[in-house]
């Protein structure tokens, strides 16, 4: 297989889960059984590719710029005269992580489905690997037009996953879910034209090369006056649209936990996991390199929402009923982490805010996935009803645990990696990167985002400890007319428990999850390089901007260089056993 | 163990007891009821190591007689853990670190540890946990290990938190008893509000450092990046910034040990703890984690010498948490909560004596340390012992007499006692001695001079008030601020916490003996539950607790008359700042403290007796003269009611308005715009009914509008 090129390689990986999705469909009349395997098998062969690429992005040749693209496929469209036109695809630092991270939720999505789901189990598998083309297709493309249509395309799976395959109230969730987040991406896309056409005024050049685009609008900025009617200003906004409801960033997450709630298992799985994640993606790769001054400008208001966004969402989720909407809110609270992480503009709350989004798509995919099992399990998702869970499927509450510990910031997962960089990030940022006028706000809500921390565990610990500690719980079972209530329906003697711990398909979907939440905690610095350059890259225009707007020396600390410099007039005696 | 070199046992020390868990997580089912033989033989080897990497350090540090102690220290780095470029780079090795601190704190880690953990066969033994039980010892003798050996704050915080949530499943390890599952919450988010403080202040230090790191580093192009509590800071008189900064991030420390360790206003949590299984309590709640405060002070008191209000502020939490801890132990009839407030008021102590801000204060707190651990842990598995054949029952007024069903239990315990109660020549006499004379010697500073012109003569240091004037000496202390800051930091402070120390040590005397008379003499009671068999725990289980008590007999006149441990101490790089450095006296035994010590129990003691000797113990004792003290004792002053009144339940109230908001107002908002499109459709609709007079009526009504619109504008 070396004969494969790498260009060839992203193509395949793409195209494999549509593939996968037509082998499905033709596999519909052997039945669920039979449809189920092609899925899973669609969803291991895409992840060992797709693993196998980002390790050959990771050991490329090292003559290679660290920005340069990876895996390039371009098609000419129409390049004549003004127009330079091409379909593009490819990888960089930005994406490869969250590429990777599709491709594993993925598979994750079709094994917790694999009791869940009986009826319709074509429209189903076919549909999840629909998405999963799409989720791969959106950090791949490297043009406008093609994110755009991987952009839509990841809600058209969704909707239908919802809308069908979801509870009780799917089809307000799917609609709304479906309105909210395509009101806001039709924005987006205005904003994005007119990031083309604003272009193309200026170069003569028509184009839908975001790396193009990114270098002229660098050279010819959008204007940021009142003369040139703060067109930045609202392109920014109209992106912040489609983007904001995408993340979401408080007060446009309302949809979030309808949605979640009413979702399928492998549903939510993708939805938290990978697509909350696109939003804060369109800000990296769209937003801060190509419109640094509205950014900059933003930057503090941004700061303040995600601050907001930490403690509501944690305040919220501490009185949520249903353990499915707590973690929805958790995912409120987490991506307030990562808007401040963005919008802090230093390089380690950057980096920072790039690690964590994996990190919460890996611990909210592995929460919600648990939950999902819970419900196939008890048939309840009210924390009132379920209690002393951990008697009767200790290996399901050892992993519950460890994503709880990993979503909570527990040191030695991989929360804590990225809460931490955000957080010391923002203290940067507070301390010498911002006017004194603005010292004491920024200083007051970096303080505030670590009292999140607090809050956090608060609410975490307590849906561990009614859900799984205490003495065992028998939860009205109201619809046990489906095959699971059955075989666990005598309210006899509870104290030898039915054991009901993980099946193989649910460790299998869980395992890897937990493996990375492990690896990044201890190692992360191997998770942290690969990312860095590309990250600096696009977010550096907005870094100056916001110094030029708030007057400050760029890139100079007193503190760290004033005891530098009296360090090493000092006599050094080194002394060690 | 000749070829193996000291980093190496420096990295195997918490690594065994890792691979022990690991092993216990992966067998346990396998090993079944010899579960708990990869926890035990680890840290039985991990004890080795410790042994031997302190003789190592022993022998580089010497005698301690040529005078002030150089400073010995061993770095290891293991891997880079995150490397950020940017404007102030964001560098943390993985890296370990050995010097005597460590070392004393690693042999104190791994024998009460492996002590435990034999105890535990005993204890443990038949529980369907079992092999839960040894893996979570193991995990938490790795963190702690890690937790003393780690050179850099973020490592700090990240075992700071790893411990934490040892404690958290130990504490919640009978999991489905409703109480030892609110506990380990409790535990769990009180120590993240400590947590808080350490975050916060990891990032102050490192804005204002510009490191994480405790020891110097060589950067690539050979220039030396000096680590906070490096040498080559350490030796810098201006390196440590006093002012708002500095206090904020002493406060902020200070605030992170209050919660590991304990202190008031986070003690609430240890009483709760005790839910756990009681080996757990001994190693964990009494012996080990709880001390983690007092290490993280001892380890960054170069930062505190440059913030006096800050270090003060140490000594009056510490004093007063052992006080009222001590007071309301004197009410409690649940043996082992009477242990678990006894360890806050030590452990206060252990604060008070840090805060003195002399090198006897911190040499006395780790003194106190090590004889804490052995005699408090001795206690707890007394404790246990009785709980084990007493069939669970703790409450000691269901107890009498029971020396002479578990003689071994009662004497080890009587020794434990002692010790607690400051009894010479037993153990706790000796390290409580000291800290009273830190304490005496901050309260009356001319009463000391003596010492201190010996001291200047041995060249151990200069003389306290010469240093003061001496020019480098004034930089440490001046610059931002003269020493005599504030009111708060006078002698007259001192002179109150040393009364407030010397009446507690009454009433340790006192709760303690209490405890023993009630639970070990009088008429023989053995409560129901216990059966017909109630005897002496097996050998697995007195082993360790003749072991410990020895221990706790002999140590504090061994470290002391030798004068071993503060020697030793004195070489940690943290203790030869200048500051701490100048603050050194010629070790002395003080007769009029020792009495003054010795009296105060003997008072306690016999009050004990008058109450409680030969006794039945559950009728009314002592309370009945308290009166309404009483009640404010035993409901240990109202804390919890009022943290649940302020802080709990107004969280709840703001969470549930958010809630309330959230989905009426922000989401009402949305469907309200969503429900635009339709309204308007409805609307239209409405009015196309075709009907005349409908169309007139809405042009009568619009008209109308328009003219109450203009009104309206007209009138502004």
């Known amino acids: 297989m070396n004969g494969l090129s790498p260009a060839n390689h992203l193509l395949l990986v793409i195209l494999m889960p549509l593939v996968g999705a037509v082998v499905a469909w033709l596999m519909g009349s052997r039945g669920q059984q039979a449809v189920r395997q092609s899925a899973a098998f669609t969803a291991v062969a895409t992840l060992v590719a797709a693993g196998w690429l980002v390790i050959r992005f990771l050991t490329r040749p090292a003559g290679l710029s660290a920005l340069e693209p990876f895996a390039v496929i371009e098609v000419p469209w129409l390049v004549e005269g003004m127009f330079d036109i091409r379909l593009s695809l490819g990888l960089d630092g930005l994406s490869i992580w969250l590429f990777g991270l599709s491709a594993l939720l993925s598979l994750t999505a079709v094994l917790v489905s694999w009791d869940a789901i009986k009826e319709k189990p074509v429209g189903f598998y076919g549909l999840l690997l629909l998405l999963e083309a799409a989720m791969l297709g959106v950090f791949a493309a490297r043009d406008i037009i093609l994110f755009y249509v991987f952009f839509e395309f990841t809600l058209v799976p969704l909707f239908f996953l919802i809308g069908i395959w979801g509870h009780d109230e799917r089809r307000k969730a799917a609609v709304k879910f479906f309105v909210y987040t395509l009101a806001g991406s039709v924005l987006s896309f205005l904003g994005l034209l007119a990031i083309v056409l604003w272009h193309a005024s200026q170069t003569g050049t028509i184009t839908f090369d975001i790396a193009g685009l990114t270098a002229g609008l660098q050279a010819h900025p959008l204007p940021m006056t009142a003369a040139g009617g703060w067109l930045q200003w609202l392109v920014f906004l109209a992106l912040f649209a489609g983007f904001a409801v995408k993340v979401p960033i408080v007060p446009f997450h309302t949809w979030l936990p309808l949605a979640h709630v009413e979702a399928p298992t492998g549903g939510s799985v993708d939805l938290a996991g990978v697509l909350l994640k696109i939003g804060i993606y369109g800000f990296l790769r769209f937003s801060l390199p190509m419109l640094p001054e509205a950014s900059a400008a933003a930057a503090p208001w941004l700061v303040g929402l995600g601050v907001f966004g930490i403690l509501y969402g944690a305040l919220v989720a501490l009185v949520q009923t249903d353990l499915k909407r707590l973690i929805a809110y958790s995912s409120v609270s987490h991506m307030g982490y990562i808007v401040l992480g963005l919008f802090a503009l230093e390089p380690l709350a950057l980096e920072g805010a790039n690690l964590q989004l994996i990190n919460h798509g890996l611990s909210s995919a592995g929460l919600f996935a648990l939950v999902g099992m819970i419900y196939e399990r008890f048939h309840t998702r009210s924390i009132a009803n379920l209690g002393g869970i951990a008697a009767k499927a200790p290996w399901l509450t050892v992993l519950f645990m460890l994503f709880t510990f990993s979503s909570i910031g527990l040191p030695g997962l991989n929360g804590f990696v990225g809460e931490f960089m955000i957080l010391a990030g923002s203290f940067q940022r507070a301390w010498a990167g911002v006017a004194e006028s603005f010292f ?138 | 163990m000749q070829d193996i070199s000291p980093a190496t046992l420096l990295v195997l020390v918490p690594l065994l007891p890792l691979v022990g868990a690991i092993v216990t997580v992966a067998f346990g089912r396998l090993l079944g009821s010899r579960a708990h033989l990869p926890a035990v033989i680890s ?30 220290e061993m770095i290891t780095t293991l891997w880079q853990w995150a490397t950020v470029e940017g404007s102030q780079p964001f560098s943390i090795p993985v890296a370990l670190r050995l010097d005597p601190l460590t070392a004393t704190m690693l042999t104190i880690i791994t024998s009460v540890g492996l002590l435990v953990a034999i105890y535990s066969i005993g204890y443990m033994h038949d529980d369907p946990g079992y092999p839960r039980f040894f893996a979570l010892v193991a995990t938490f003798v790795f963190s702690m290990a890690m937790l003393v050996a780690a050179s850099n704050f973020l490592l700090v915080y990240v075992f700071w938190e790893a411990v934490g949530a040892c404690s958290y499943l130990l504490i919640g390890f009978w999991f489905r008893k409703p109480e030892a599952a609110k506990a380990a919450k409790k535990a769990f988010l009180v120590n993240r509000v400590g947590d808080f403080g350490l975050a916060v202040a990891t990032f102050l230090l490192w804005m204002t450092y510009g490191t994480l790191n405790f020891h110097d580093t060589l950067s690539a192009d050979g220039v030396i990046m000096p680590g906070i509590l490096g040498q080559t800071r350490l030796a810098d008189a201006a390196g440590y910034v006093g002012g708002i900064v500095g206090t904020a991030i002493c406060l902020l420390l200070l605030l992170a040990a209050c919660g590991k360790s304990a202190q008031l206003p986070l003690h609430v949590w240890l009483p709760d703890a005790m839910e756990g299984p009681t080996p757990a309590s001994s190693l964990i709640h009494a012996a080990t984690m709880v001390t983690a405060g007092i290490y993280l002070i001892a380890r960054s008191c170069p930062l505190f010498m440059a913030c006096p209000d800050a270090l003060t502020t140490v000594s009056i939490v510490g004093a007063t948490t052992a006080l ?273 010590g010795t009296l105060a129990a003997a008072i306690g003691i016999a009050l004990a007796a008058y109450g409680h000797l030969g006794r039945r113990s559950d009728g009314p004792q002592m309370e009945r003269f308290l009166g309404p003290l009483q009640t404010l004792f035993a409901r240990k002053f109202f804390l919890d009611e009022i943290y649940t009144a302020l802080v709990v339940r107004p969280l709840e109230a703001v969470a549930f308005i958010f809630a309330l908001f959230d989905r009426r107002v922000i989401d009402g908002l949305v469907d309200l715009v969503a429900g635009i499109p339709f309204a308007v459709a409805a609307v239209v609709r409405q009015f196309q009914s075709g009907l005349l007079q409908r169309y007139a009526l809405a042009g009568v009504v619009g008209v109308l509008a328009i003219v109450v619109a203009l009104a309206w504008q007209l009138r502004g």
């Open chain 1, 440 to 577: 004491q706000p920024y200083l007051f809500m970096a303080v505030s985002a670590v009292v999140g921390v607090v809050l956090g565990a608060w609410y975490m610990l307590w849906a561990v400890e009614r859900v799984f500690f205490g003495p065992s719980r028998e939860p009205p079972r109201s619809h046990s007319t489906d095959g699971h209530g059955s075989h666990a329906h005598h309210h006899g003697a509870h104290d030898d428990v039915d054991r009901c711990d993980l099946r193989w398909h649910e460790a299998a979907a869980l395992l890897p999850l937990a493996v990375f939440v492990v690896w990044i905690g201890i190692m992360p610095q191997a998770f942290l390089s690969p990312a860095a350059p590309a990250i600096e890259q696009s977010a550096r225009a907005a870094r100056e901007a916001f110094a030029d707007r708030m007057n400050l020396p760029p890139q100079d600390h007193a503190a760290g260089s004033s005891i530098a410099a009296t360090a090493s007039s000092l006599p050094y005696s080194p002394s060690s056993p």
């Open chain 2, 43 to 72: 840290i039985a080897a991990a004890l080795g190591c410790a042994v031997v990497l302190l003789a190592g350090t022993a022998r580089l540090v010497g005698d301690g007689h040529g005078g002030p102690a150089r400073p010995v």
């Open chain 2, 324 to 596: 009222v801890a001590g007071l309301i132990g004197t009410v409690q009839n649940d043996l082992k909560r009477v242990l678990a407030y006894s360890t806050i008021s030590q452990l206060g102590y252990m604060f008070a004596s840090l805060g003195t801000g002399t090198l006897l204060g911190f040499t006395a707190a780790i003194f106190h340390l090590l004889t804490h651990a052995f005699f408090k842990a001795l206690l707890f598995m007394g404790a246990g012992s009785v709980m084990h054949s007493m069939g669970g029952v703790i409450d000691m007024r269901r107890f009498g007499g029971l020396r002479r069903v578990m003689p071994i239990t009662a004497a080890t315990f009587l020794v434990g006692g002692l010790a607690l109660a400051g009894v010479a020549p037993f153990a706790g006499f000796f390290s409580k001695d000291e800290i009273l004379a830190s304490l005496h010697s901050r309260g009356w500073p001319d009463a000391h001079h003596e010492d201190h012109h010996a001291a200047a003569q041995k060249g151990y240091a200069t003389h306290f008030h010469l240093a003061a004037s001496s020019p480098e000496n004034a930089a440490v202390q001046g610059e931002n601020e003269p020493r005599p800051l504030s009111r708060i930091d006078s002698p007259a402070t001192f002179r109150t916490l040393f009364w407030m120390s010397l009446f507690t040590a009454g009433l340790t005397a006192f709760y303690t003996f209490r405890a023993v008379f009630m639970t070990f003499t009088g008429p023989t009671r053995v409560p129901e539950e216990a059966g017909h068999h109630a005897h002496e725990s097996p050998p697995v289980m007195t082993a360790p607790l003749i072991i410990l008590a020895i221990a706790s007999a002999v140590s504090g006149w061994l470290l002391f008359s030798t004068h071993a441990l503060a020697n030793f101490l004195a070489a940690t790089p943290s203790f030869t700042a200048p500051a701490v450095v100048a603050t050194a006296v010629k070790p002395a035994f003080h007769w009029d403290l020792a009495l003054q």
